[in-house]
């Protein structure tokens, strides 16, 4: 049992340890400083189900291997990839109303995935399958590069206050990588309801060369035609804004 002087942010040393992550390094232990936190919610009877019933079926398990998506869809289609898809309801959304594209979601949190399964199961969706796994690793080791058509990120978590601000996913280095996975046109998509954070992606965007603001310069945005999220959802009702940012690789 830890005791609470060994806790910090009412987490264990362990749960540190296995929150702590990628986007930078702590300066102080030197551990990577993950951009999320594993919460503990329980899942739902049905979440549960799904997980142990379709989880091989829909969770891609290998964490190192580059991905085949044409031999896993069983077709060459334009691919997607969300990051932090929370409980999937958008993402299906989208699957859903676009046959013609194929769609990868990554996930850390279980509830979201089991959701997500059930969203597929029930809705006989065969363009969407999913990774439970960190993002930044998945991005290093499974995806090819030059094979996205689009990223879509949206409501990262904010990290507001600002000692926990370099946990926030959008900086340059994660931008970096994410443009060697798009091909040439590919497009980044994101979307926050935080104004501070809204304005770290335009400047984190807009100082990369390569990359294009297909709204005109410093301009979020409008009409992206894009669902609703549960989080965005939760952020209506308290009157937060919305912000979302739509840039393009120059094409070769
Ligand atoms: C604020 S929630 C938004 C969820 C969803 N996009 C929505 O709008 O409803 C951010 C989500 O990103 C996930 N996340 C954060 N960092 C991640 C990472 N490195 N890899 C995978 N998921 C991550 C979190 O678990 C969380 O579910």
New binding site residues.
Partial sequence: MARSSDMKNNQTPEQEDAHA??AAADTHTRRPL???V??SGRQTVAQQEAIEKYWSRYVIEDHLTPLDAQTLFGRDAPLVL??????G??LAEMALANPDKDYIG????RA?VGKLINYIENGNITNLRMYC????E?LANCIPDGSLDLVQ??????WHKKKHQKRR?IQTPFVLGLMRKLKPGGRIHL?TDWEHYAEQMMEVLSGIDGLTNTAGEGKYAQNTGRPE?????RGNRLGHGVWDLMFAMEAA
Avoid: C, N, Q
């Avoid at 969300?82 to 409980?87: T, V």
């Avoid at 990554?106 to 949190?109: G, K, L, M, P, T």
């Avoid at 999220?229 to 959802?233: D, G, L, M, Q, W």
């Fill in positions: 992550g990628t993950r951009s999320y594993i919460r969300e990051i932090g898809f929370g409980m309801d958008s990554i996930e850390v949190h979201g796994f960190d993002a930044v998945i990120i949206f409501f990262p978590d904010p996913l979307a999220t549960k989080f965005e959802r």
